[in-house]
C-alpha cells in the first residue's frame, strides 16, 4: 500500500485523485456560502427605495389629513352649536354630514394603509425581478396586466385626492377670514371713532347652515371671544395640518405613478427581449441538433 500526497490505492479499489483546494477569501465559506457581508449587499440591492419613499410620505400624508380632519370637523360642530346656531334642528343636516365624514375617513385611512402595502410590495417583486436577485428574470402577461392596473388605478386616486386637497382648504379659507376678522377688531380697540361691534362674521353666507338660523353671525366681543377659545385655535391649526397632509398624499401619489409607469415600460420592453432571447435559443438549439446529426451520418459513413 502507497500512500502518496494526493492519492492512495488499494489493491481492490479504484484510484482516487484530490484536488488543490485554493485559499478562502472575504467571507466566502468553504460551502460556497456567501458570507454576511455580501448578503446584506444584496439584499440592500433589492430594496426599492423610491416605492420606501412613496409609501412613507402616502402613510404620512393619510395619517395627517385622516387625524387632524377628524378632530377638526368634531370642533367646528361644537363651535357652531355654542356661537352660531343654537338650535339643533338648523344643524342638524350639517352634523348628519359632518358624522358621514368621519366615517368616509375611517375608510380612507383603512384602504390606504392596505394599498400602500400593496405598491411598496410591487416594488419589491419589480425590483428584485429586474434585477435577478432570485434567479432568470421571466416576466408573464399576468404580471405586466397587473402593473398596468396599479398604473390606472393610482392614476385614478391622484386625481380624485387632488379634490379632497381643494375641498379641505375650503374651511381654511373659512377659518382664515373669521380670524383676519378677529385682528381687525383687535386692531380697533385703541380707535374709538370705529367701534367693534360694527364688525361681523356671518356664518350662513357660507351655506353651512340655514339662513333662519339663530344667531347665525358673531359680531365685535362675542367674535373676539370666539377666537379667544381653544376649540377655535385647534380647529383652525388642524384644518391647516389636514390640508397639508391632503398635498403630501397627492405628492405620494404622482412619485408612485411614475415609479409604476416606469416599472411597466421596463417590464414591457423586458417582455419583448425575453421572446427574442427565447426564439434565439432555440434557433441555436436546432442548429447543434442539425450539426450532431450530420457528423452522425458522416460517422455512419466513415
Request: hydrophobic content about 45%; some cysteine.
Amino acid at each position: 500500500m502507497e500512500i502518496g500526497r494526493y492519492h492512495w490505492m488499494y489493491r481492490s479499489s479504484r484510484p482516487h485523485r484530490y484536488h488543490h483546494v485554493p485559499a478562502l477569501r472575504g467571507n466566502v465559506s468553504p460551502l460556497g456560502i456567501q458570507g454576511c457581508f455580501e448578503c446584506c449587499i444584496k439584499c440592500l440591492g433589492g430594496v426599492p427605495y423610491a416605492s420606501l419613499v412613496a409609501t412613507i410620505l402616502c402613510f404620512s400624508g393619510v395619517a395627517l389629513f385622516c387625524g387632524c380632519g377628524h378632530v377638526a370637523l368634531t370642533g367646528t360642530v361644537s363651535i357652531l352649536e355654542q356661537h352660531f346656531s343654537t338650535t339643533p334642528t338648523d344643524h342638524a343636516l350639517l352634523s348628519e354630514v359632518i358624522q358621514l365624514m368621519q366615517y368616509v375617513i375611517y375608510g380612507i385611512a383603512s384602504f390606504f394603509f392596505l394599498y400602500g402595502i400593496i405598491l411598496l410590495a410591487e416594488g419589491f417583486y419589480t425590483t428584485s425581478a429586474v434585477k435577478e436577485l432570485h434567479g432568470e428574470f421571466k416576466t408573464t402577461a399576468c404580471g405586466r396586466c397587473i402593473s398596468g392596473m396599479f398604473v390606472f388605478l393610482t392614476y385614478v386616486l391622484g386625481v380624485a385626492w387632488l379634490g379632497v386637497f381643494g375641498f379641505s382648504a375650503v374651511p381654511v379659507f373659512m377659518f382664515y377670514n373669521i380670524w383676519s376678522t378677529c385682528e381687525v377688531i383687535k386692531s380697533y380697540q385703541a380707535n374709538v371713532t370705529v367701534p367693534g361691534d360694527q364688525i361681523c362674521v356671518d356664518i350662513r353666507q357660507y351655506g353651512i347652515i340655514p339662513w333662519n338660523a339663530v344667531p347665525g353671525r358673531a359680531c365685535g366681543p362675542i367674535l373676539e371671544n370666539i377666537c379667544n377659545t381653544n376649540e377655535f385655535y385647534m380647529s383652525y391649526h388642524l384644518f391647516i395640518v389636514a390640508c397639508a397632509g391632503a398635498g403630501a398624499t397627492v405628492i405620494a401619489l404622482i412619485h408612485f405613478l411614475m415609479i409604476l409607469s416606469s416599472n411597466w415600460a421596463y417590464l414591457k420592453d423586458a417582455s419583448k427581449m425575453q421572446a427574442y432571447q427565447d426564439i434565439k435559443a432555440k434557433e441555436e438549439q436546432e442548429l447543434q441538433d442539425i450539426q450532431s446529426r450530420s457528423k452522425e451520418q458522416l460517422n455512419s459513413y466513415t
